[in-house]
Antibody
Framework: EVEMVESGGGCVQPGGSLRLSCAASGFKFTSYGMNWVRQAPVKGLEWVSYISGTGSRVYYADSVKGRFTISRDNAKNSLFLQMDSLRDEDTAVYYC?????????WGQGTLVTVSS | DIVMTQSPDSLAVSLGERATINCKSSQSLLIHSINKNNLTWYQQRPGQPPKVLIYWASNRESGVPDRFSGSGSGTDFTLTISSLQAEDVAVYYCQQYYSFPRTFGQGTKVEI
């Protein structure tokens, strides 16, 4: 059974940093690109970042480019999102999602709150 | 960036009636070489992550009830719920995977 479990969320002050993790299981991790998607409170979905199966290709939304870094550890079936210079508007539930073209499987999400 | 625009923002439908949600993209999502559109539909119930309903614009995901169907090509797409059930109350999103950055529609809230 495909499963993805996010962790690392929490409360941080503006300008601070957090590192999110996503532990994947139930599928061949290296065969799939992975994404981070976020959802601000009572708002819609916003795609944040993508990384290919080998990690050789990465893409970011303009809203996070230069502040967030996506990475993966294929030996540990894990996906990461390093978030630096956090802003109030980064407050959201962050989901990891597996790519099969479309986002075929999603984790339950982890809440990040940026507030002073 | 490809802009995805859904209509309406919300709709109220009686149980057993049809619900129709539209999604328009700012550029074509059709890959001519394979004659497929890179468009997917998600359902998000309160407090839950999104769930895939339809991919390639019209392919129903395994386990999704056949009352859900997707249609359209190019820039105009439709999600139809043929006979609304109580468990279909949710927000529905379209999303393009034709190019990066991936973009979502703003969502359509379906109520009874």
């Amino acid at each position: 059974e495909v499963e993805m479990v996010e962790s690392g969320g929490g409360c941080v002050q503006p300008g601070g940093s957090l590192r999110l993790s996503c532990a994947a299981s139930g599928f061949k991790f290296t065969s799939y690109g992975m994404n981070w998607v976020r959802q601000a409170p009572v708002k819609g979905l916003e795609w944040v970042s993508y990384i290919s199966g080998t990690g050789s290709r990465v893409y970011y939304a303009d809203s996070v480019k230069g502040r967030f870094t996506i990475s993966r550890d294929n030996a540990k079936n894990s996906l990461f999102l390093q978030m630096d210079s956090l802003r109030d508007e980064d407050t959201a539930v962050y989901y990891c999602a597996r790519s099969a073209g479309h986002l075929s499987y999603w984790g339950q999400g982890t809440l990040v709150t940026v507030s002073s | 960036d490809i802009v995805m625009t859904q209509s309406p923002d919300s709709l109220a439908v009686s149980l057993g009636e049809r619900a129709t949600i539209n999604c328009k993209s700012s550029q074509s999502l059709l890959i001519h070489s394979i004659n497929k559109n890179n468009l997917t539909w998600y359902q998000q119930r309160p407090g839950q992550p999104p769930k895939v309903l339809i991919y390639w614009a019209s392919n129903r995901e395994s386990g999704v009830p056949d009352r859900f169907s997707g249609s359209g090509s190019g820039t105009d797409f439709t999600l139809t719920i043929s006979s609304l059930q109580a468990e279909d109350v949710a927000v529905y999103y379209c999303q393009q995977y034709y190019s990066f950055p991936r973009t979502f529609g703003q969502g359509t809230k379906v109520e009874i």
